[in-house]
Nanobody
């Protein structure tokens, strides 16, 4: 099982980035996908979630209206489009895969290695 994030970098406040997470080693379409972020000294924070079918999404209040999670089951890839970025969005962003039924996430957690996003002028 492998999850590989890409797309992080340095961006000015108000700018945009699109993160990608390419998945291999399991049946991507069966898994729910989530994006988390973490800053030093803080717990990992859930940013966005998408069910296996992609029909249901959920967002942290801090990113609603600015971030969009999407997935392409033909490419085994999940995306996080981040617009109107703020300095407080600076973090390492991780993608996560887990089975989901309705609102219940279960089974093994799979994680990527993380990608750094820095929002600064």
């Amino acid at each position: 099982v492998q999850l590989v994030e890409s797309g992080g970098g340095l961006v000015q406040p108000g700018g945009s980035l699109r993160l990608s997470c390419a998945v291999s080693g399991f049946t991507f379409s069966r898994y729910g996908m989530r994006w988390y972020r973490q800053t030093p000294g803080k717990e990992r924070e859930l940013v966005a979630a998408s069910t296996s079918a992609g029909g249901s999404t959920d967002y942290a209040d801090s990113v609603k209206g600015r971030f969009t999670i999407s997935r392409d089951n033909t490419k085994n890839t999940v995306y996080l489009q981040m617009n109107s970025l703020k300095p407080e969005d600076t973090a390492v962003y991780y993608c996560n895969a887990r089975l989901v039924y309705g609102s219940i996430w279960y089974g093994n957690d799979y994680w990527g290695q993380g990608t750094q996003v820095t929002v600064s002028s």
